[in-house]
């Protein structure tokens, strides 16, 4: 191979070797998934080597941002229960209570639907009263006693690495495919300005 064409093809070269680099650094996400020993390196990919350490400290995250600032709790009270409470109490009234008291001797003639009605506008009343301290209530003791860090952490250690490299993969295969070009677009720059400082220093000439 002459001088002149070695010259040439040196961008062509480093540029396919900057993409092939950025592509093994990408594909050491995810692999390998089991550690493999070369010579006296110990060789992992980087989400399979520290999964469980990414486990801990998602955990250790979301604890201190939702739980200590209360925001499960926050989130419940934004729950509209109106509509909800509305229709429980008619249903309540109507489909429950009201076939049972008009069963009952005597008392049952005297149940008519005005009377169930009013019922219902009672029933529906107290449970909204009932249903703020209800929710607080019920907030609490889920923060209380529900290892929400402990949970998130196994589930993290435990989540398929194949499903999440498929995850990663999906959403961002755009950003994948530009850091593989821009690796081939340094390496190319880089055999370019090799090339002219060769021809500079006087060490390869035309």
């Not at 340094?186 to 000439?205: P, R």
Request: hydrophobic fraction near 50%.
């Amino acid at each position: 191979m002459s001088t002149q064409v070695l010259l040439i093809l040196t961008p062509f070269i480093t540029a396919a070797i900057g993409w092939f680099t950025n592509w093994v650094a990408i594909k050491m996400l995810f692999h390998p998934r089991v550690p493999k020993r070369i010579f006296f390196w110990k060789w992992q990919g980087l989400i399979p080597r520290r999964q469980l350490q990414l486990a801990q400290e998602s955990a250790e995250i979301i604890e201190r941002e939702i739980l200590q600032q209360h925001m499960i709790l926050n989130e419940i009270r934004k729950i509209e229960m109106t509509p909800y409470l509305e229709e429980a109490a008619h249903k309540i009234v109507w489909e429950r209570i009201g076939p049972q008291l008009r069963a009952i001797p005597l008392l049952g003639s005297f149940i008519n639907d005005g009377t169930l009605a009013k019922f219902e506008v009672i029933a529906s009343a107290s449970m909204k009263e009932e249903a703020g301290p209800l929710m607080e209530k019920v907030a609490t003791e889920f923060e209380a006693s529900v290892d929400l860090k402990q949970m998130i952490e196994d589930n993290i250690a435990a989540f398929d690495l194949d499903r999440l490299e498929s995850i990663v993969n999906e959403v961002a295969n755009r950003e994948f495919r530009t850091i593989e070009r821009l690796g081939a677009l340094l390496g190319f720059v880089i055999g370019c300005v090799q090339v002219l400082l060769f021809l500079a220093s006087g060490v390869v000439a035309i």
